[in-house]
C-alpha cells in the first residue's frame, strides 16, 4: 500500500492507496517543519490520524511532499516524526513544490507556481525542480499568497484605509483590533496561517473595486517578483496550485494575460494528480 501526502502550512491532505485500488483520504494540520518540530509533528498525528495509523502495519511506501522541506535536515525532522507511527514503512520527503511539479507538469518542462497560504515557484526540468531566490516565508516574502492578502486587510483595517463600508463588514465579522492582531502574529505560534484566514474575506466583497485591486496588486507583485525573474518565463507554460490561485483564477489568468504568462493548470489541491502520477511512476 502507498501513502502520499501534500502538506502546506494549513493543512495536510492524505491519499492512502489500498490494495485493492481503493482510495482513503485523510487530513491533519499542517506539517511545516520551519515552525513545527519533530516531536510537535509525531503529536499531530497521534492526535489527528489514528485512523491512518491504523494502517501502519501494511503500509509499504510513504511519499510526503510538504512546505518546508526544502533541505535535507527538514527532511530527517519529517521523516523520523513519521517514522515514529509507520516504522515498517519506506518513507521520502521531498519540498511541495516538487509534488506540484509532478501534479501539474507530469515529465514536461515548466514552471509551478504555489499560491495558497503562502507562494513559491520553482521551474521543473521535467526530471526535477530548480528552486531558485524565492520562497522567504511570510515575514520577507508571499507574495500573492493568503498572508500577504490577509496582512494588506488587517493593515488597510488598521490604519483606517478601507471603503468605509468594507471597513465595517470586516469589523463586524473579525472584531479585530491592535492588542488582538499584534499578540496573535508576534506572540503565538503559526502566525502565517492566521493572517492566511483573512484572505477569505476577499471572496465576500470580490466585485468591489477595492477588492479587485487588492488582488490585481498582489498578484502582480507575484508575477513580477517570481515569476519574471526568470529570463526563459515566456517560453513555458505557468501552472499554479493552491486555494488563492483556485478561488481567483480569472483575476490571475487576466493578469497573467496582460504579463505575457502563458498559464497552464490551475488546480486547488494537488493531492489526485499527485497520487496518481506516483502510482504510474510506480508501475501500480
Not at 86 to 112: M, N, Q, R, W
Request: charged share 20%.
Amino acid at each position: 500500500m502507498i501513502l502520499v501526502a501534500d502538506s502546506g502550512s494549513s493543512k495536510t491532505d492524505w491519499l492512502l492507496h489500498l490494495k485493492d485500488g481503493e482510495v482513503k483520504q485523510f487530513r491533519t494540520a499542517g506539517l511545516n517543519p520551519y515552525f513545527l518540530s519533530e516531536k510537535e509533528i509525531a503529536k499531530i498525528l497521534q492526535d489527528q490520524a489514528g485512523d491512518m495509523i491504523g494502517y501502519a502495519g501494511e503500509i509499504d511506501e510513504i511519499y510526503f511532499f510538504g512546505a518546508g522541506c526544502s533541505s535535507p535536515d527538514r527532511h530527517e525532522i519529517v521523516s523520523n516524526a513519521i517514522s515514529t507511527w509507520f516504522p515498517k514503512s519506506y518513507i521520502s520527503v521531498d519540498s511541495d513544490l516538487l509534488g506540484c511539479a509532478y501534479a501539474t507538469c507530469g515529465h514536461e518542462k515548466g514552471f509551478c507556481c504555489v499560491l495558497g497560504t503562502g507562494s513559491n515557484i520553482s521551474f521543473f526540468d521535467g526530471e526535477d525542480i530548480h528552486s531558485g531566490k524565492h520562497g522567504l516565508g511570510f515575514v520577507l516574502g508571499d507574495e500573492g499568497g493568503g498572508t500577504w492578502f490577509g496582512k494588506a486587510l488587517i493593515t488597510d483595517y488598521l490604519y483606517g484605509k478601507m471603503p468605509h463600508d468594507i471597513s465595517l463588514m470586516f469589523g463586524a465579522e473579525y472584531q479585530l483590533t491592535k492588542e488582538i492582531v499584534i499578540r496573535k502574529v508576534y506572540q503565538t505560534p503559526n502566525a502565517n496561517s492566521y493572517l492566511a484566514t483573512f484572505a477569505r474575506f476577499i471572496s465576500k466583497i470580490r466585485q468591489s473595486d477595492y477588492a479587485q485591486n487588492l488582488l490585481r496588486t498582489g498578484l502582480l507583485e507575484f508575477i513580477e517578483t517570481n515569476i519574471k525573474s526568470y529570463p526563459q518565463y515566456h517560453r513555458y507554460k505557468c501552472h499554479f496550485v493552491g486555494s488563492i490561485a483556485y478561488v481567483f483564477n480569472d483575476e490571475l489568468k487576466e493578469v497573467c494575460k496582460s504579463s505575457g504568462v502563458h498559464v497552464g493548470k490551475i488546480i486547488k489541491q494537488p493531492i489526485h494528480d499527485l497520487l496518481a502520477f506516483i502510482l504510474k511512476r510506480e508501475n501500480r
